[in-house]
């Protein structure tokens, strides 16, 4: 493909992209890697060492009962990274097919899914998912994925919606519909590219949004159920000695943010190099 | 500002003496050196223009003269007006010329004036400032101001809204307004551009008596030629920032001798030369103004350029044939070695070669028809309220319309803005069920396709859009664009690449032109990209909604050309839709004018241009102006009244007869038909063949009369 040798090239150039791009790729392998190196697991309670600060031996020190901080880290990181992506790639591709098709078809189409939307809008989403979560529990967690994504695309799928119907009055729209493009291939040719860069800051702010909901239902015991851990309830379970044993925190936090902030960077680089437009704009 | 030495000293009897003018505006990439050295002098009540393409500067210096560039923008150079030099005046010693000793036209009349305030009080706001009256002595004024420029009914349409008038008679309010305190110079910067041709004809009409009245001198800036060579007492050339060409209107036009003065002239389709006969396209675009080198700006574009103009910038001198140092200065290495456009006895520009297809020798009435359109009819509906939206009227936009087209022919659907020539292809191109009317096209009933046969008809009828920047998707690169026909209708997609780099060498791009987006092009090469995709799948029928008409002049040309050229070499049918008669005599067999959604006649190109039958047709012809100052001063023009009624109504008898010049000259006795009977196509000789006819006319007064 062509156009994607071009957007590669293009981002290729922005060294700002490439780092955020370089530190998610070492986050995803620290996270799948990082436990075969480490010499414990996740669930290992070591008895000699509780609550020990980082050292050779415990790269990211201990817990209170002694377990593993790095292995726990690692373990969590997995978890609120997959949820976090996998949320972000459902609920815009959602948004976007639910917005488009009723901005470009109208009629009894954009009347049904302007509908969905509203209704969707008004429902409150954590209540939902925690009464909803009981039933699911002990199932698998991509359960909480779709749980999730079914609530955070309504905002976006507006926003698709408004920007179809301006992109529906330009001429090469009109011109492609007149050489007789199917409709699908032109809300996915056409009109989809067109709000790139719009798709792809949402998805790494639904990306993070995602990360911060899971985090906030598992620390109410609604998210990620023990034995499982996710970045959210390390977070969570760190909290309250945030002051007095750093390391129970920081080390959570930190990879969150950075992994939040390169999702963001790659997210920009992106969309310079899909919109040409965007960076001619800078150069301006 | 510095008090630099002066190239030329200031002439102390102009009106406006302007000196080494300099504009450069910051950018990212570097200053944009927009103006770069300009001098002219603007005599009591002469008219100057200063003509140029979209981004010469042109307007730069109408802007900076009346202070109101950006303030980031860097001004240099002398204005001197009235023994004052105006060039970087503060903006309170400024107001109070601006206005009284100056006042200044602009291009779109609807954003000069505020939207909340009447008309009226606009005007007698601009009075009561430079001039001691009371209230009711400038809304007097103001009256006496609007009658002047021909607003009918001043007294109560003084009371008016900006946006209850229209576009011409903003205008004319402009220039009300701009002629209240009686100044000594008036800027126009581009005051017809936005308007219909016969509204710039009453328009230029209108500044002619507003400049008698006040004996004003009249600066006016415009990209049209014609309109200069009409209007004008001295013309300046402006090209990349600079004057390259200045002298009194008749030897500009009669011996251009800067080479972008003649192909400019060269590159303007006139309404005077001979149907089918090509322009002269200046290849290549003008520079960015940001970091200039030093040479003839014109050189990459030149086709007579020596080594020496790639070395040195050459300054404006007067001509070895001259009498004066006024009289007609160039800036051009070898202007003298140029005559009559001819240089060593060459043309500089060589007018280039166009195809002709073969079957244009066949008649008409022999060649297979491609569409036939009977009695279109397109109506939308006017709904007012935002929650409970409900039909107060209808937009009789197309009201039955009939045309057809044959095999390698094009048709010009001509008309001004609003007259439903847009609506009427946009129906054809939709191929859907009609309120009214049939639609054949290749000799299929277009109300009633499969879907396979639309299919199939949609890969024979192709589209190219006015604004190529617009119908190009920006985030495709162009071969993908250029390959979205071929994939859509089956090619396999590895014979796609083969055919794109064909259709690109075809419209004379080059291969490596396929890997670029369309915002790395200029508008020319964009509209060759767009045309590219409509040839891509080897169409039958093109439809060209206005082409090149957001294009400029010498990039039209080009344009033009390959339309014409590829018509040729493929045997193309064109539907061509122009606002611009002149562009329409170069490119089209046949051409229908419309007029308020109804096509009022129809002929060959040559008939509907030198023996026009129908009031209108001879009204929009008389109204275009032809870039020759001689001619164009010796036609006789035929002003419209008034500005083309509203769609909403139906109108009954001739829908024509609120503009008509004829019907007002008719004796009572023979207007009934035109009051009670609505006109339909038929040649006067009897025979009532409508449409299909050589040369027909919706008139029951039918009277020739050349107008060209």
Known sequence: MSRWRLVWRRFKRNKSAIFGLVVIAALFIAAFLGPLVSKYSYDYIDANAFLKPPSPKHWFGTSQIGQDVFAQTMRG???????????????????????????????????????????????????????????????????????????????????????????????????????????????????????????????????GGAILLESGLSYFGFGVQPPDISLGTLIAAGTGSALTYVWLFAFAGSILTILVLAVSLVGDGLRDAIDPQSEARAAL | MTNHELTQPIDETATLSVRDLQVTFPSEAGPVEAVRGVSFDVHPGEVVGIVGESGSGKSTVALSIMGLLQD??????????????????????????????????????????????????????????????????????????????????????????????????????????????????????????????????????????????????????????GVVAGACDRVAVMY???????????????????????????????????????????????????????????????????????????????????????????ACHRSDEISDGHIDGHLVFPLPELAVAEHITIAREDREVVINVDGLVREYPVRRGAVLSRRVGTVYAVDGVSFDVRTGEALALVGESGCGKTSTVTEILELRELKDGAVTIFGKDASKLTKDEKQEIRRNLQVVFQDPQASLDPRLPVGDILAEPLTTHGMPRDEQRARVLELLSLVGLEATHADRYPSEFSGGQRQRIAIARALALNPQLIVLDEPVSALD??????VLNLLADLRGQL????????????????????????????????????????????????????????????????????????????????????????????????????????????PSLKSPTGTNLGYQTSHAAACFHVEERPVV
């Open chain 1, 77 to 207: 990181l997995q978890k609120s990274l997959i949820i976090g992506f996998l949320v972000g790639i459902i609920s815009t591709g959602l948004a976007a097919i639910v917005g488009a098709t009723a901005g470009y078809f109208g009629g009894v189409i954009e009347r049904f899914n302007l509908f969905v939307i509203s209704l969707l809008l008004v429902l409150p989403d954590f209540l939902i998912i925690a009464i909803v979560s009981p039933r699911i529990r002990g199932q698998s967690w991509l359960w909480l994925v779709i749980l999730i994504s079914l609530f955070s695309w309504m905002l976006t799928s507006m926003v698709v919606y408004n920007l179809t119907l301006s992109l529906k009055q330009r001429e090469f729209v009109t011109a492609a519909r007149f050489m007789g493009v199917r409709p699908f291939t032109v809300i996915t040719r056409h009109i989809l590219p067109n709000m790139a860069s719009f798709l792809i800051i949402d998805t790494t702010l639904t990306v």
């Open chain 2, 553 to 558: 002049v010498s990039i039209q040309a080009g």
């Open chain 2, 72 to 225: 980031s923008a860097r001004v240099s150079g002398v204005a001197n007006f009235q023994g004052q030099n105006i060039l970087g005046l503060d903006d309170k010693s400024l107001s109070r010329i601006r206005g009284k000793s100056v006042a200044m036209v602009f291009q779109d009349p609807l954003s000069a004036f505020t939207p909340v305030y009447t008309i009226g009080a606009q005007i007698s706001e601009a009075i009561r400032i430079h001039q001691d009256l009371t209230k009711d002595q400038a809304n007097a004024r103001a009256i006496e101001l609007l009658d002047l420029v021909g607003i009918p009914q001043a007294k109560d349409r003084i009371r008016s809204f900006p946006h209850e008038f229209s576009g011409g008679m903003r205008q004319r309010a402009m220039i009300a307004m701009a002629i209240a305190n009686d100044p000594d110079l008036i800027i126009a910067d581009e005051p017809t551009t936005a308007l219909d041709v016969t509204v710039q004809a009453q328009i230029l009409d209108v500044l002619e008596t507003a400049r008698q009245a006040t004996k004003a001198a009249l600066l006016l800036i415009t990209h049209d030629l």
């Open chain 2, 571 to 678: 045997g193309l049918a064109y539907i061509f839709v122009a606002h611009d008669l002149s562009v329409v005599r170069q490119s089209a067999d046949r051409v229908a004018v419309m007029y308020l959604g109804r096509i009022v006649e129809i002929g060959d190109t040559e008939q509907i241009f030198n023996k026009p039958w129908h009031p209108y047709t001879q009204a929009l012809l008389s109204a275009v102006p032809i870039p020759d100052p001689i001619r164009e001063r010796a036609r006789e023009r035929i002003l419209l009244i008034g500005d083309q009624p509203s769609p909403t109504v139906r109108y009954e008898g001739c829908r024509f007869r609120s503009r008509c010049f004829r019907y007002q000259a008719l004796p009572e006795n023979q207007t009934e038909d035109c009051r009670t009977q609505d």
């Open chain 2, 240 to 330: 990349a920032g600079k004057v390259v060409e200045t002298s009194d209107v008749f030897s500009t036009f009669a011996h251009p001798q800067m080479p972008y003065t003649i192909g400019l002239l060269g590159a303007v389709p006139r309404l005077d030369a001979a149907v089918g006969e090509p322009l002269v396209p200046i290849e290549g675009a003008p520079p960015s103004m940001v970091n200039l080198p030093t040479q003839c700006q014109f050189v990459s574009r030149c086709p007579v350029a020596l080594p020496r103009c790639h070395e040195e910038e050459p300054t404006l001198t007067a001509t070895t044939t001259s009498t004066d140092e006024r009289a007609h200065q160039v």
